[in-house]
């Protein structure tokens, strides 16, 4: 299984930018999928998720409003859409893929199975 970030970049705030998750070597359609970030010196946390049905999204309260999730199934593809971006946005984005999300659990990393490489994200001042 395989996970590709990609789309992340240097931007200034109040700029939008949208990341790219392609997956590979799993059923698509069968798994739930998350962003996650990292800045520096901080823990991995939730941004977003989606679940196999479209209409279930879920997002960290530090970004509702201006990131949207979305994914694509016929092309194995999930989207963030971020917009209004601020510095604290800035970190290192991965996706995430869960075969069963619990809802309760849907911010644990431990819910998800696959991980990729992650891309960057910076918002400057």
């Known amino acids: 299984v395989q996970l590709q970030a990609s789309g992340g970049g240097l931007v200034q705030a109040g700029d939008s930018l949208t990341l790219s998750c392609t997956a590979s070597g799993l059923t698509f359609s069968n798994y739930a999928m998350g962003w996650f970030r990292q800045a520096p010196g901080r823990e991995r946390a939730f941004v977003a998720a989606?679940?196999?049905?479209?209409?279930?999204?879920y997002y960290a309260d530090s970004v509702k409003g201006r990131f949207t999730i979305s994914r694509e199934n016929a092309k194995n593809t999930v989207l963030l859409q971020m917009n209004s971006l601020k510095p604290e946005d800035t970190g290192v984005y991965y996706c995430?893929?869960?075969?069963?999300?619990?809802?309760?659990?849907?911010?644990?990393?431990?819910?998800?199975?696959?991980w990729g490489r992650g891309t960057q994200v910076t918002v400057s001042s």
């Open positions: 989606i679940r196999r049905s479209l209409s279930n999204t």
């Open positions: 995430a893929a869960a075969r069963g999300l619990i809802v309760s659990s849907i911010p644990s990393l431990s819910q998800y199975d696959y």
